[in-house]
């Protein structure tokens, strides 16, 4: 599984940054893997901008920024209080972390193809 966390619902680079892992939806379907976009932003919120950008993925809520805080990739200083900092992880069955990329600035996404790479090792067995 990907999970993806983002700052927010509407903001310019998660914008950017959806639609270019909506890019690769084939991709993971093709490979089995699902993805999932977490941030704090609550459940209302996250249907309006998955209907707004036609999102296929599943897009979870972490309010209170447990999840976010677990992960180490909870901002909570004056500018940033409870949103989650842009991260991808990618997690096997058993909850294992098998890839780990944190924006060091949250304006920044990933590397895609670095991603992809990852995910691609991931299912031949070689990560």
């Known amino acids: 599984m990907v999970v993806h966390f983002y700052v927010s619902d509407f903001g310019i680079m998660c914008n950017i940054v959806m639609k270019a892992f909506m890019e690769h939806k084939g ?3 093709d490979l089995g893997v699902q993805f999932v976009g977490i941030s704090v932003d609550d459940p209302p919120l996250h249907g309006v901008w998955k209907g707004k950008m036609n999102i ?6 972490d309010e209170e920024g447990n999840i976010a805080k677990e992960y180490g990739v909870l901002m909570e200083d004056e500018l940033y209080f409870k949103l989650a900092n842009r ?16 924006a060091h600035d949250p304006a920044y996404g990933p590397n895609y193809e670095e991603v992809m790479e990852a995910v691609r090792a991931f299912v031949k067995g070689h990560l």
């Open 27 to 29: 991709e993971f379907d």
């Open 56 to 61: 296929p993925f599943k897009l979870l809520s």
């Open 87 to 102: 991260a991808v992880f990618l997690i096997d069955k058993d909850m294992v972390i098998r890839f780990r990329w944190v």
